[in-house]
């Protein structure tokens, strides 16, 4: 099996649903990294291995990070917005007439994509905030969510 075919299978794969988790997916690497770049500027004995990078790359590196510090607050604005809009347009499906179309099933793909710009732009918002300590955003986001879940389970009283 050859590369190329598996790179058709998988893009065949993708719909609309999964877009904008993929676009989150990158952007959640990305700025990792840029965390880790920025871990080890920080850290004395690294600082020859970053000086090893190309400066071609550092400078691209900040002009992907100035268009993200221009565009992202767009993506919380449009996530507001869009998910305004899907809960109306999800709303489309119990009009008597329209409701019988198979497009209104898919109406409700602005909630979707309203909650991933919204997630989108908290993801890079807490990096600006964040800064070096962005690192520890996901584990700390984990043990909090796992708290919580013992914290129930411990305090929830299951009936019949």
């Given at each position: 099996?050859?590369?190329?075919?598996?790179?058709?299978?998988?893009?065949?794969?993708?719909?609309?649903?999964?877009?904008?988790?993929?676009?989150?997916?990158?952007?959640?690497?990305?700025?990792?990294?840029?965390?880790?770049?920025?871990?080890?500027?920080?850290?004395?004995?690294?600082?020859?291995?970053?000086?090893?990078?190309?400066?071609?790359?550092?400078?691209?590196?900040?002009?992907?990070?100035?268009?993200?510090?221009?565009?992202?607050?767009?993506?919380?604005?449009?996530?507001?917005?869009?998910?305004?809009?899907?809960?109306?347009?999800?709303?489309i499906q119990f009009l008597p007439y329209i409701g019988n179309y198979?497009?209104?099933?898919?109406?409700?793909?602005?909630?979707?994509?309203?909650?991933?710009?919204?997630?989108?732009?908290?993801?890079?918002?807490?990096?600006?905030?964040?800064?070096?300590?962005?690192?520890?955003?996901?584990?700390?986001?984990?043990?909090?969510?796992?708290?919580?879940?013992?914290?129930?389970?411990?305090?929830?009283?299951?009936?019949?």
């Amino acid at each position: 099996m050859d590369i190329s075919s598996i790179v058709t299978n998988q893009l065949k794969q993708l719909n609309l649903y999964l877009i904008p988790s993929y676009l989150w997916l990158f952007l959640l690497y990305y700025l990792i990294i840029n965390s880790l770049i920025t871990f080890f500027e920080y850290m004395g004995d690294f600082g020859p291995i970053i000086k090893k990078i190309p400066k071609e790359l550092l400078s691209y590196n900040n002009i992907i990070m100035r268009y993200l510090d221009m565009w992202v607050p767009l993506f919380g604005f449009f996530g507001l917005v869009i998910f305004i809009a899907g809960v109306i347009v999800a709303l489309i499906q119990f009009l008597p007439y329209i409701g019988n179309y198979k497009m209104t099933i898919h109406g409700a793909y602005g909630i979707s994509l309203g909650i991933w710009f919204i997630i989108i732009w908290a993801t890079y918002k807490s990096y600006v905030f964040l800064d070096l300590w962005f690192l520890l955003l996901l584990p700390g986001i984990i043990c909090i969510v796992e708290g919580v879940k013992k914290l129930r389970d411990r305090h929830y009283f299951k009936y019949g």
